[in-house]
């Protein structure tokens, strides 16, 4: 009876481990490269709120020949005189980090993020990058869009694909790829 007892169990945990290592394979191809084309959206449409007026205290920047206005921690464009808020292009520069920012270090490396948004520094400037895959953050940004990859649940926000995991009984979330066009 427990040659028969053991023997279950074997055969259970390696069903188990097998099952369990698809899923992280599954995960795992899902972090390659990522075409739109193949992204479910769970809301059809995205809520965007513009606004007619930015305070005084507002800053141009230019970037590739676009100009992005800094106001209140976040990015606008105009568009047909209203400020559109966006989110700034990879390799857009700002001098003074957003208030409330939050550092994140992966792979020796120092980063801030706030509201989705990752910069490192870079002389006397802030850069906004990309993060690097396997990034740990402990709160999604405001706007985050939940999708679906490969029958796979994600979260979205700047083209960047998080996937909710735990650390330590808490709920974090990790960079698993990106969305490209």
Excluded: C, W
């Excluded at 649940?153 to 960079?175: G, P």
């Amino acid at each position: 009876m427990n040659k028969l007892i053991k023997i279950s169990l074997a055969v259970g945990l390696i069903i188990g481990f097998q099952s369990n290592s698809f899923a992280q394979k599954s995960k795992k191809e899902s972090s390659k490269k990522i075409y739109r084309k193949n992204v479910t959206y769970k809301k059809t449409k995205k809520k965007v709120t513009a606004v007619r007026t930015l305070s005084k205290s507002k800053r141009v920047i230019k970037h590739n020949g676009r100009s992005f206005y800094y106001d209140n921690n976040k990015f606008y464009r105009l568009n047909g005189g209203r400020y559109v808020p966006v989110t700034p292009n990879v390799g857009l520069k700002i001098r003074t980090l957003p208030v409330n920012y939050r550092r994140v270090v992966y792979n020796k490396n120092n980063y801030f993020l706030y509201n989705g948004i990752f910069y490192t520094k870079h002389n006397d400037y802030y850069e906004v990058i990309r993060p690097e895959r396997g990034t740990i953050i402990y709160k999604l940004p405001n706007g985050y869009e939940k999708v679906i990859i490969n029958n796979e649940l994600f979260y979205e926000y700047n083209n960047t694909l998080y996937e909710k995991v735990k650390i330590r009984r808490d709920r974090a979330y990790k960079v698993v790829g990106f969305i490209e066009n």
